[in-house]
């Protein structure tokens, strides 16, 4: 399995970005898919997860900024960020939980900066 993120870059504070993430490979089922970031010398911190029925989850520091979408048919979640701050400004890591094992994606850098 391997997941293919896209959509990162430079953007200033009060913008809007779009993230990606594909997953190929012989898959049967997506338990969970989302999004994960980590700042240097941090803990990778969850910002949002979405489950096969539909049910989210948000780091409380993204809600009503953030919204995570699915398309279970191409296996692909998309993270819509608006209204982004500089503390924004991490790697980006998309996830997927399959049959129990847990998948990650290369990582794709977002900065909020002026």
Same mark, same amino acid.
């Given at each position: &399995? /391997?997941?293919?993120? !896209?959509?990162?870059?430079? &953007? ?5 970005? $779009?993230? #990606? ?6 898959? +049967?089922?997506?338990?969970? @898919?989302? =999004?994960? $970031? /980590? ?19 948000? &780091?409380? !520091?993204?809600?009503? $900024? +953030?919204?995570? #979408? $699915? ?5 692909? &979640?998309?993270?819509? @960020?608006? !209204? ?8 980006? +890591? ?6 129990? !094992?847990?998948? =990650? ?7 909020? #900066?002026?």
């Amino acid at each position: &399995v /391997q997941l293919q993120a !896209s959509g990162g870059g430079l &953007v200033q504070p009060g913008g809007s970005l $779009r993230l #990606s993430c594909a997953a190929s490979g012989t898959i +049967f089922s997506i338990n969970v @898919m989302g =999004w994960y $970031r /980590q700042a240097p010398g941090k803990q990778r911190e969850m910002v949002a997860l979405i489950t096969s029925g539909g049910i989210i989850n948000y &780091v409380d !520091s993204v809600k009503g $900024r +953030f919204t995570i #979408s $699915r398309e279970n048919g191409k296996n692909t &979640v998309n993270l819509q @960020m608006t !209204s982004l701050k500089p503390e924004d400004t991490d790697v980006y +890591f998309c996830y997927a939980l399959i049959r129990g !094992s847990s998948y =990650w994606g290369q990582g794709t850098l977002v900065t909020v #900066s002026s």
